[in-house]
């Protein structure tokens, strides 16, 4: 039995790794698309739960845990950015305002699952310009929800948060150790 990570963040991986887990990754190819009218929370569940339950089929010993990160903006989801055009414009809809990011975790082994969703509120400083542009410039917003990184760069646009900094950054890991408990699975741990 192994703890498999069906995600190739390695936002995620480091998350995990701090925490103590010993993991393999097994990635997950699955349509992240929305459905028409899908809540944020919804669809976070959904597409973490598919994720764990793709990668499950290999072996269905491995205890796989699926995750799927979203920022919400008055109730509208902010995915990926498509270019830095999109980047832009999701950063300045940010400035000085709060939002929050929801992650569906998915810890499954064979047919039992537990799939939750946690939420943090965000609440960024008002963005000048030139700060969009540079931050933008850096790369870091390109493969982000929302457009930014809490962990990186961003972090210096930051104000405060509400709730767990694990979340924002893609894995909530005491969710994943709340699931584990109660799917009566030991601990994986590693030395170091």
């Given at each position: ?26 990635p ?40 799927d ?20 414009a ?21 047919g039992?699952a ?51 900094h ?27």
């Amino acid at each position: 039995m192994r703890l498999v990570l069906a995600s190739a963040s390695p936002r995620r991986a480091d998350l995990l790794r701090a925490a103590g887990f010993a993991f393999v990754v097994r990635p997950a190819s699955i349509d992240e698309s929305a459905t028409p009218h899908e809540s944020a929370a919804a669809l976070v569940q959904r597409l973490a739960a598919a994720k764990a339950a793709a990668v499950a089929i290999a072996d269905p010993l491995d205890v796989v845990i699926g995750a799927d990160t979203v920022v919400v903006l008055d109730g509208r989801i902010l995915g990926k950015p498509r270019d830095d055009g999109d980047a832009t414009a999701m950063l300045e809809r940010l400035s000085g305002r709060g939002h929050e990011v929801l992650t569906g975790v998915a810890v499954r082994q064979g047919g039992r699952a537990i799939v939750s969703v946690e939420e943090t509120r965000v609440y960024f400083a008002p963005l000048r310009a030139d700060e969009i542009a540079w931050y933008v410039a850096s790369g870091e917003p390109r493969d982000k929800a929302g457009a930014y990184g809490i962990q990186g760069l961003a972090s210096r646009f930051v104000e405060r948060i509400e709730g767990s900094h694990a979340n924002v950054v893609g894995l909530p890991v005491a969710a994943v150790q709340r699931a584990l408990k109660s799917l009566g699975i030991a601990p994986f741990g590693s030395s170091g």
